[in-house]
């Protein structure tokens, strides 16, 4: 059942389930600050159908615990969003999510949600009219720019829109990104702790203003980034120095700074993943890396080079 949102017109709802898989993401990848994000093969499944009253969620895996299972749930909300972008509120909603991707760590979850919930919401929206003033099919330009809105920021809803390694900007207040292939060799390993922090948390360590001298420098290494990823992985050692973002927000993850140190004086391209805490170290896999420090978890993960999937209704 739908029920139209007021002066809006009516559009149809399918019946079936829409199956929803979206990759984790890692951020920044040293210099590229809100810039680069790369997508990573660790998965969380979403599956949405239209209810007759209500909104459920049910959880598996990561946040059973703790997270809201009603319309407080972050994919809920935005399924709901993005429903009311394409004119139609149904009158209740069933989500289940098996979740993968840790939270609050910098892998991306909480972009991974909003891509997640907004492709349901789309392919939710069978053929029928829309509001006349908005992108009616919702496409995937229209998507990452109300996907950057939601989460704040554009470069990991860009990668786990999109896959492989991405570069996200914003132009005429509009979420824009484009796609590169990254080299096969790239075996990347991310390290996660128990701690957690937000993303919010950590943002407020950075200074209004920086150095001209760091951000000239800054913007030398994330140019010499896409070169070392995409056809001169030799230089992802060097390419992987930052004086943006990691040195302010350091003191707030004294282990992540130390762990980082230590991986990058044993030769390994390793960088804080988003706004971490956790690290990922860009290269050619576990072997010979440090270890990490007692009660962090080490994943290889390759690149994911599809982005997000959605299966069609049953």
């Known amino acids: 059942m739908t029920r139209p949102a007021p002066g809006l ?6 019946t079936g389930t829409v199956h929803v898989r ?3 993401t890692s951020a920044n990848l040293g210099p590229g600050f809100d810039a680069l994000g790369l997508a990573l093969a660790l998965y969380d499944d979403v599956a949405v159908s239209v209810a007759s009253s209500g909104v459920a969620v049910d959880i598996v895996g990561e946040g059973a615990d703790r997270l809201p299972r009603g319309d407080r749930h972050l994919i809920a909300c935005t399924v709901l969003s993005g429903l009311d972008r394409l004119g139609v509120r149904p009158a209740g909603l069933r989500i289940s999510c098996t979740n993968r991707i840790p939270h609050a760590r910098g892998l991306g979850s909480s972009a991974a949600a909003i ?14 009219e829309c509001r006349l003033d908005v992108e009616c099919r919702l496409d995937d330009a229209a998507l990452l720019k109300l996907a950057a809105e939601m989460e704040g920021h554009p470069d990991n809803v860009a990668a786990c829109l999109l896959g492989g390694l991405t570069v996200a900007w914003t132009e005429d207040g509009a979420a824009r990104a484009v796609r590169l292939q990254p080299v096969d060799s790239l075996k990347p390993v991310v390290f996660v702790p128990a701690t957690r922090a937000t993303t919010a948390q950590v943002r407020r360590l950075l200074p209004d203003s920086v150095p001209h001298a760091d951000a000239a420098a800054n913007a030398g290494r994330a140019a010499l980034m896409l070169a070392a990823l995409t056809t001169r992985p030799d230089l992802l050692l060097p390419a992987t120095v930052d004086y943006l973002h990691q040195p302010y927000r350091a003191p707030a993850m004294p282990e992540t700074a130390e762990f980082v140190a230590r991986l990058r004086a044993a030769g390994v391209p390793a960088v804080v993943s988003g706004a971490g805490p956790a690290v990922l170290a860009l290269g050619q896999g576990p072997s010979g890396l440090p270890p990490p420090p007692s009660g962090w978890s080490a994943l290889s993960l390759p690149v994911d080079r599809v982005g997000a999937q959605v299966r069609r209704p049953d």
């Open 9 to 14: 017109a009516t559009a149809r709802l399918t």
């Open 115 to 128: 891509i997640a919930g907004l492709l349901a919401a789309r392919a939710l929206v069978a053929d029928g």
């Open 22 to 24: 979206v990759p984790a």
